[in-house]
DNA sequence: TCATCAAAAAATGCATTCATAATTCATAAT
DNA sequence: ATTATGAATTATGAATGCATTTTTTGATGA
């Protein structure tokens, strides 16, 4: 008995330079490339076993999101994390997050909230299991989860192409206790909002939640130079 | 006798691929590679005399600025604008510019408000001329300068790289005198918000602004239909 | 010892080439 | 006449090669 064709998923095929993008990216958001060196092309080359050509247009794609520098004739370089960048990024992602959180409240369904509130309550219980690992990852898909509620894709990419700058940051600075305890608590902010469909509200939250984040990058950026190569 | 090296501006030679990303890239925003057809790789070539690899690397990164669509092993096509893109790309362009006109009213310099208020007088002469072609470009400018002086690369890249997406609509789309008019009457409040560095009066009319060009388009849109490729 | 400069080495930008996948077109079958 | 099949054509994805630029190295002189 042969399966129907219906049953059979569509078989999309990335290209190579897709997955080279996002495998660099990842390398990048994780610090295995570290901000302020340069791109060893060659180097990549043999890790993923490819050819200078996909490899060099996934880096064109990168340096479109603003994680690479190209310098004509010199090469990529991973770009730093500047005091400067996240005074920057910061206020754009404010901005985009308030509005995601109107968004979400106006198109959100019962289900997604309780699926959020879920989510919520395994995220405090990391909290309180002072699980950091564990705790950030939920909390990147709550982040998403809004995001994905606001029905919008481009503010959602929009949005995720400045997280991505500023992640690397967050990954690495760590959260005073009363910081973690303060976090955790905007968060029950959020949920309420979300369950009281409160857009305006939501948005002020989000927005509050963020600049506490960028205080802590910051406290974190003061205390850790990076290689000084642009 | 020689010219001093210091009097010789630095010579920052730009890669192919720049070059041709921006040529490319006013193609598609003036229209003459139209929304939803393909990219004549092969054509292109011809046309800037260059190799596919540097016109490829050009695609791949117009693609992440959203104004392409690459298919795997089926080429590169010019994104289609639809109803839905607006609706979507508009609010997020709408919190953009409210920043910026939140942002542009605290650091704007007094020389700075005075030479957009010489920018705005001569934007409502070609008005009164009834000179669209002018208009739009002294309108842009004048919008520009308004990015320039929230002195925040991050915003500013994000909302041009929105703009563009969307100026293709806005070019094609005529105003109707009604909508003129009150376009122009809408920039005599946004340089009297300036003047008086009212930020959140600011951001109100420049998001007003902006909806009241998404209804012009949107207009034009129902009676302009694209080719049926994606 | 340090600075300067030249030559060698390495890396980048671009063109070309090759393999593979997609599209077109002609032919055959219903 | 219309649809399906398969070969020919075309276009894309990726590797390689070459010319040019940048960087490194080392020798020379102060």
Redesign the interface.
């Known amino acids: 008995m042969t399966p129907t064709l219906a049953a059979q998923p569509v078989f ?4 190579l ?2 997955d080279l993008t996002e495998g660099i990216r990842e390398q990048i958001v994780n610090g295995s490339l570290a901000p302020g060196t340069k791109v060893p092309e060659k180097e990549l080359c043999l890790h993923y076993g490819v050819s200078r ?1 996909p490899l ?2 996934a880096l ?2 990168l ?4 994680l690479l520098t ?1 310098e ?2 010199r090469g990529a370089w991973v770009s730093k994390i500047t005091q400067e ?1 996240l005074d ?2 910061f ?2 992602m ?3 997050e ?2 995601s959180g109107e ?1 979400a409240c106006k198109h959100i369904t019962a289900a997604e909230v309780r699926k959020m509130r879920t989510l919520h309550n395994k995220m405090v219980k990391y909290y309180e299991q002072r699980d950091l690992a564990n705790y950030f990852d939920v909390n990147q898909h709550i982040h998403e989860a809004i995001l994905d509620a606001a029905r ?4 959602s ?2 949005y995720r192409s ?1 997280a991505t700058r500023v992640r690397r940051a967050r990954y690495v600075a760590n959260m005073t206790q009363e910081r973690w305890a303060q976090a955790t608590d905007e968060h029950e902010q959020i949920m309420q909002c979300l369950e009281k469909r409160d857009g305006q509200g939501l948005s002020v939250v989000l927005k509050t939640h963020l600049e506490n984040k960028l205080a802590t990058v910051r406290d974190w950026l003061k205390d850790n130079d990076q290689p000084p190569a642009a």
Do not use: I, M, Y
């Open positions: 999309r095929r990335k290209s330079h897709e050509t060099r247009e064109k794609a340096a479109t999101d603003g190209l004509p004739n960048d920057e990024v206020p754009v404010g901005a985009l308030a509005l968004l919008n894709e481009t503010l990419t929009q400045l």
